[in-house]
């Protein structure tokens, strides 16, 4: 069964999940509105496997036998202003997230709760993948030449980026 303490830690990261997803949706619509389909399609996708990660730490915590909860988000408010910066933000946020399963792994560990620390080991591979597939979008603007990318470079990178599979 798992600790009061480990509960309100998956309840915060089940919460945590949902602002990213909201925060994806928000960085989306930003891209969309900049005439970008593609990286809007491609954060769209990503902020509905954020909310697939919520859920799954919820079910996670029904089979335990505890009682998840739904907690406020807030409004995302920083808009990128440039492609880049949009890139730059994905990966900073992966990067906090990151941290945050960390801390999950430890209190696990502190808590000799091998279930949870099992649990846990998906989302410290998730977090891999979502590391690279960031660094990865990065890389690829830069090749394209950053924020003074030629507009068939953007192009064409928003275009990949419409189909692109969600992991590299
Ligand atoms: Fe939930 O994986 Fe990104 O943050």
Request: glycine letters at 4%; a negative charge.
């Amino acid at each position: 069964r798992l600790s009061e303490a480990m509960q309100e830690t998956l309840i915060k990261q089940m919460t945590k999940e949902n602002q990213a997803s909201q925060t994806y949706l928000s960085l989306g619509i930003w891209a969309d509105t900049q005439g970008y389909g593609g990286i809007a399609n491609f954060l769209f996708r990503h902020a509905q496997e954020e909310r697939n990660h919520s859920i799954k730490i919820m079910q996670y915590i029904l089979e335990r036998g505890g009682t998840p909860r739904v907690e406020t988000v807030v409004a995302p408010n920083k808009f990128p202003k440039t492609i880049t910066e949009c890139f730059e933000m994905v990966l900073e946020h992966e990067i906090d997230n990151t941290h945050a399963i960390y801390r999950i792994v430890n209190q696990s560990m502190a808590e000799q709760d091998w279930a949870t620390w099992n649990f846990a080991q998906w989302f410290v591979k998730e977090q891999v993948e979502e590391e690279k597939l960031a660094l990865n979008l990065i890389d690829k603007l830069k090749i394209a030449g950053g924020d003074r990318a030629s507009d068939e470079s953007l192009f064409a990178l928003d275009k990949y980026l419409e189909q692109a599979p969600d992991e590299v």
